[in-house]
Nanobody, 129 residues
């Protein structure tokens, strides 16, 4: 399940970035897609997930109110709009699918788990002044 992330970069605290996750050669219509991040020396952290069945969205407490996940099935793309960025958001961000339709089964309602699945190569987000 090839996924390709883009949109990372350097942002100032309080700034914004929009990440994209594109599925190459297949449709995302039936899959829940989530984002997780990993900083050097730290464990993977679930960030957000969007289900396919009803497009329900879920967020980690650390990003709730600041990040918004959305999907455009026609473009086989999932987005992560990140606002009010903080230095602690610095990490490599990955999109991932476990090919299930609901986030609840793999990620959980608070996105505390990162399921086993197929991910992209990641995109680096650095928040620094």
């Amino acid at each position: 399940v090839p996924l390709v992330e883009s949109g990372g970069g350097l942002a100032q605290p309080g700034g914004s970035l929009r990440l994209s996750c594109v599925a190459s050669g297949f449709s995302l219509d039936y899959y829940a897609i989530g984002w997780f991040r990993q900083a050097p020396g730290k464990a993977r952290e679930g960030v957000s997930c969007i289900s396919s069945s009803d497009e329900s969205t879920y967020y980690a407490d650390s990003v709730k109110g600041r990040f918004t996940i959305s999907r455009d099935n026609a473009k086989s793309t999932v987005y992560l709009q990140m606002n009010s960025l903080k230095p602690e958001d610095t990490a490599t961000y990955y999109c991932l699918t476990d090919t299930l339709s609901s986030c609840l089964t793999g990620w959980g309602p608070s996105v505390t788990a990162v399921p086993v699945g197929s991910r992209g190569q990641g995109t680096q987000v650095t928040v620094s002044s």
